[in-house]
T-cell receptor, first 114, second 113 residues
């Protein structure tokens, strides 16, 4: 079990630049989630995929954010025209299809917008 | 709507038991989870409980669920310095988002020698 893998671990970017993060879920998991965590807070739901279909998006996911999972395996999260308020830890999680099966999280990508 | 609340800090001595409490609001929650987060890392699943259970034990961990009061607790027996971390309670909501979890703000556990 290789676990959920996220890349990069850290990203520092200047305001206005675009960034893209990648998540590789546990291989047999067909459900994939993106969360955002700011300092001192719990993770907040951003979006969810079942296979390649994006089934739900949070109101937190402004139109500068886009997520894809083109082949139902890895996923990317892109933020366009980054703002300082986007600085956070972006966490990816996956789970199997069983009812109540828990989310397994990656180690996250820490984004700092200067 | 969903809301999960936890106390912010807990300090215990090594070898004592720790009890971390959580309250949630969504009465339709079917599963409740405990995760642990160490500095700079993601969330590690500790244990979870189905809402029709009132207790679950897993080695040093005991989860108690009072569904009437919407209160969940995590007891760690014989707390060790390696247990120092932030502990998150989460409730599941089986909406269009599948098993979407709503997290509390976390309880920072500090274990002192």
């Amino acid at each position: 079990d290789t676990g959920v893998s996220q890349d990069p671990r850290h990203k520092i970017t200047k305001r206005g630049q675009n960034v893209t993060f990648r998540c590789d879920p546990i291989s047999e998991h067909n459900r994939l989630y993106w969360y955002r965590q700011t300092l001192g807070q719990g993770p907040e739901f951003l979006t969810y995929f079942q296979n390649e279909a994006q089934l739900e998006k949070s109101r937190l996911l402004s139109d500068r954010f886009s997520a894809e999972r083109p082949k139902g395996s890895f996923s990317t999260l892109e933020i366009q025209r980054t703002e300082q308020g986007d600085s956070a830890m972006y966490l990816c999680a996956s789970r199997s299809g069983g009812t109540g099966s828990p989310l397994h999280f990656g180690n996250g990508t820490r984004l700092t917008v200067t | 709507g969903e809301d999960v609340e936890q106390s912010l800090f807990l300090s215990v001595r090594e070898g004592d038991s720790s009890v971390i409490n959580c309250t949630y609001t969504d009465s339709s929650s079917t599963y409740l989870y405990w995760y642990k987060q160490e500095p700079g890392a993601g969330l590690q699943l500790l244990t979870y409980i189905f809402s029709n259970m009132d207790m679950k034990q897993d080695q040093r961990l005991t989860v108690l669920l009072n569904k009437k009061d919407k209160h969940l607790s995590l007891r760690i027996a014989d707390t060790q310095t390696g247990d120092s971390a932030i502990y998150f309670c989460a409730e599941s909501t089986l909406t269009g988002g599948g098993n979407k979890l709503t997290f509390g703000t976390g309880t920072q556990l500090k274990v002192e020698l």
